[in-house]
């Protein structure tokens, strides 16, 4: 079977993260250690303890993810080999790009957790508390959900910024919009509208500060030739050389997550079985809507 590994994006967290995979693996805590190195304070303990409301916080829930992602890596590569054992893709939803990436060798691990802890600040920083939203559609083409954005912006920002599955595309830009954007969603027959409880309006264009400043930390950072193609989220295609990478990343955040045309571009290159690995299992969850005939399997440390 052709294996691609998958990488869990923010809104996995939650307070325990990592504590029992740290406790039953060396290499797994090995990696908690390097993250505290790396941040200069004790991530580890904020994932194993909380308080949730400073894990929810951007700039500390995305290098909490990366680094429970790449401890359950550890321990698979370790304890099991035979799971990942000719990868020939790798994938990661938003943040989960730099996973994947730490996954195929083209970052190193404490380099990508600095430019996440930044990443994560920038977007928080981007847009002032309750000027933007997002939103969950359910039930309604994307293609309707993008006129419905359209004639709704009205001068303002909203937009499609995740493509989850065919049932579900997540939209965001500035409240108001958003809200309009909405009622227009259910007047075309959405099924479902529902508000988002999140920190910023993520991968829309009001993130165009955050990328300003992400971009010369992403072209300063050393970056190496994969061992296995990237599906990048903004071209939903694989990658290889690291100026495509750096642009793809560059552009992810103010472009959407095209995770449905990502995972349909795994299975048209041969990929039959995921493997997601880290915290929860949305992304199988999100595959198997997407692509039934793909196998799951998911691995977030000891159960």
Known sequence: MTLALLFPGQGSQFVGMGKALAEASEPARRVFEEADDALGFSLSRLCFEGPEEELRLTANTQPAILTHSIAALRELETASPQR????????????????????????????????????????QE????????????????????EAACRESAQGEVVAPANFNSPEQTVIAGHAAAVARAC???????????????????????????????????????????????????????????????????????????????????????GVDRVLEIGPGKVLTGLVKRIDRAIALESYAGPS
């Open 84 to 123: 990942v054992a000719g990868t020939a893709f790798a994938a990661g939803h938003s943040l989960g790009e730099y996973s994947a990436h730490v996954a195929a060798g083209t970052l190193l691990f404490a380099d990508a957790l600095r430019l996440v802890r930044e990443r994560g600040r920038f977007m």
């Open 126 to 145: 981007a847009v002032a508390p309750g000027v933007g939203s997002m939103a969950a559609i359910v039930g309604l083409p994307p293609e309707e959900i």
């Open 183 to 269: 009622e227009a969603c259910t007047a075309r027959g959405a099924k479902k509208a529902i508000p988002l409880v999140v920190s910023a309006p993520f991968h829309c264009g009001l993130m165009a500060p955050a990328r300003a400043r992400m971009e010369p930390l992403l072209r300063s950072v050393s970056m190496a030739q994969l061992r296995f193609p990237v599906v990048t989220n903004v071209d939903a295609r694989p990658a290889t050389a690291v100026s495509e990478i750096r642009d793809a990343l560059e552009r992810q955040i103010d472009g959407p997550v095209r995770w449905v045309d990502s995972v349909r571009r795994l299975a048209a290159d």
